[in-house]
């Protein structure tokens, strides 16, 4: 099943890296993750895992991004467990022979796409969610036989602790194991030889797994980030609409890679928007944010720091927000207006409690403000006429796309979750994560019938046979049948 590369000439890992594979290797070679009892036990015993540990679970979130309890349930248990149970229902359906039509020529042969593992593939996460990120992606591969080395991210530690511990407590050693480190340690990793990489994080990032897997002709999928924007446009109920974008943007204090990024609005959407998002802020969260236990912190004073930055340098008006407390790692959610399109907050990525506030009164012109933009990885439009939603959906492109709403439409696994363009290539969730980590084989069964039909195509070649052959290779030749 499994084809070996020559060694000799490609560039490897450090050794203990290389012990880790080879055991692997060994592993999917003996065919031990193909029977799909194999793959329904170890999806079991990840449910156990995560549903054992899950006070551990979420203090370990805690202690990584001060994540409060109910997000961390959310986002990083209860989507993982879902995903869990969508798969071990759906398991064997996955895994059956997918039959295509035939022509006449094929009319007695088996034709179907067979569904087989990659091999030893690889997952790389990010800190923003430690265990979704690392353990839905896994789902996929597991179900669909490969063996995976997951590397979670050195910024979340107490997560990478954990996974580290609890892994080998609940998984088959043999074909699941976690290598740790940081940039260093997942560059000498990236030199190895794999079936396939998984890697969610910065686009920067992206650029040395991309040529890390290049040497080995590695197939990957690329979990980006990117802007995405939050356009208002006619009738809307400001502070409906306020509820939703407070929820999306400041969940996990920001850091989602599907958090709108900015708004798009006209001046009188905007004077009816801010007060709403004043006022469901001080709902949400008390008069003192501060002390909501509902608030995440920013990850580490690296990345404080450069939201910080971002706020320092951008030309707008803070009209929401702006307070800041190092030692606490706090920004408190802060609403930027008069924001033009090239000011600091509009050059990257912001992925921190920054929303600022573009006033655009057209419609058309916040398309075309999209459209200088790379493709997001979500886009969203807030709106009560359904020609506007259209009208954007029509004329804009990004990984996901979401009305009246953010961040929702990525936790139901019959959509494939992905980007486009800049903020990514490939789709995960669900089916689409068994599809992700498979090879989809293309197979003919043929036995020896209608070798009349199959002479057609012998020598010495005629105009006759050659008419014949052309009908009966046709589509349309098994509608006689
Ligand atoms: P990151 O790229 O810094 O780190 C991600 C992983 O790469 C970590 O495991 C880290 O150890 C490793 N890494 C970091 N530097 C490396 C280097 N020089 N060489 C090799 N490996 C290296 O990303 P991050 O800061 O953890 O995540 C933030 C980014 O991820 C944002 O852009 C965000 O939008 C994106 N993101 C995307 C998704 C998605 O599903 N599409 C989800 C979460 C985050």
Redesign the pocket.
């Known amino acids: 099943v499994f084809f070996r590369p020559n060694h000799k000439q490609i560039p490897r890992g450090t050794s203990s890296q290389s012990q880790v594979l080879e055991r692997l290797r060994t592993a999917f070679e003996s065919g031990v993750t193909i029977p799909e009892k194999f793959r329904r036990t170890q999806l079991t015993n990840l449910m156990s895992m995560i549903k054992d540990n899950e006070e551990q679970i979420v203090n370990a979130l805690h202690k990584d991004l001060t994540k409060p309890k109910f997000e961390a349930i959310l986002s990083e248990v209860d989507i993982v467990m879902n995903e869990l149970h969508y798969a071990l229902s759906n398991l064997t359906s996955w895994m059956q022979p997918e039959y295509v039509s035939k022509n006449l020529a094929t009319k007695l042969d088996d034709c179907f796409v067979r569904r087989e593992p990659l091999g030893v593939v690889l997952i ?6 430690p265990m979704q ?1 690392l353990i839905l992606p896994m789902i996929g591969a597991i179900a669909a036989g490969n063996c995976v080395v997951i ?6 530690a107490a997560t990478d602790n954990l996974i580290t511990e609890l892994m080998p407590k609940y998984l088959s050693k043999d074909c699941y194991a976690v290598v740790r ?7 000498a990793l ?1 030199k190895n030889r794999f079936d396939h990489i998984f ?8 650029r ?2 991309l040529q890390a897997a290049a040497v080995h002709l590695t197939p990957v999928t ?5 802007k995405c924007p939050c356009l208002i446009y006619g009738r809307v109920n400001a502070t409906a609409a306020a509820h939703r974008l407070v929820w999306a943007k400041f969940f996990n204090a920001g ?4 958090a709108p990024d900015y708004v798009l609005c006209s001046k009188a959407t905007r004077d009816a928007l801010v007060p709403a998002l004043r006022q469901v802020l001080e709902d949400f969260y008390g008069s003192d944010i501060q002390k909501s236990p509902d608030m995440s912190r920013i990850v580490t004073p690296k ?1 404080w720091t450069r939201l910080m930055g971002l706020l320092n340098r951008t030309k707008g008006k803070v009209v929401v927000g702006g307070e800041h407390d190092e030692k606490d790692r706090y920004i408190a959610p802060t609403v930027v207006v008069d924001v033009a399109e090239d000011d600091a907050l509009m050059e990257e ?1 912001i ?1 921190g409690p920054i929303l600022p506030i573009l006033t655009i009164e057209s419609l058309e012109e916040s398309i075309k403000l999209t459209k200088r933009k790379e493709k997001p ?1 979500a886009f969203y439009v807030f709106s009560d006429e359904s020609s506007v939603v259209k009208k954007v959906l029509e004329n804009s492109s990004s ?1 996901g796309f979401c009305s009246n709403d953010g961040i929702v439409h ?1 936790a139901l696994p019959g959509l494939p ?3 486009v363009g800049n ?2 290539f490939g789709h995960y969730h669900g089916h689409w994560g068994f599809e992700a980590f498979s090879h989809r084989r293309a197979v003919m069964l043929r036995g020896w019938a209608l070798e009349k039909l199959n002479a057609l195509r012998y020598p010495p070649y005629s105009d006759e046979k050659l008419s014949w052959l052309r009908w009966t290779t046709s589509p349309k030749s098994c509608s006689i049948m």
């Open positions: 790389i996460g990010p800190w923003n969610y990120l590397k979670p991210s050195e910024v979340s480190g940081g940039p260093k340690e997942t560059q990236l890697y969610t994080g910065s686009q920067a990032v992206a040395v797994v690329l979990e980006l980030g990117g850091q989602s890679c599907v990345h990525e992925f990885l990984g990525m979750f992905g980007g903020s990514g």
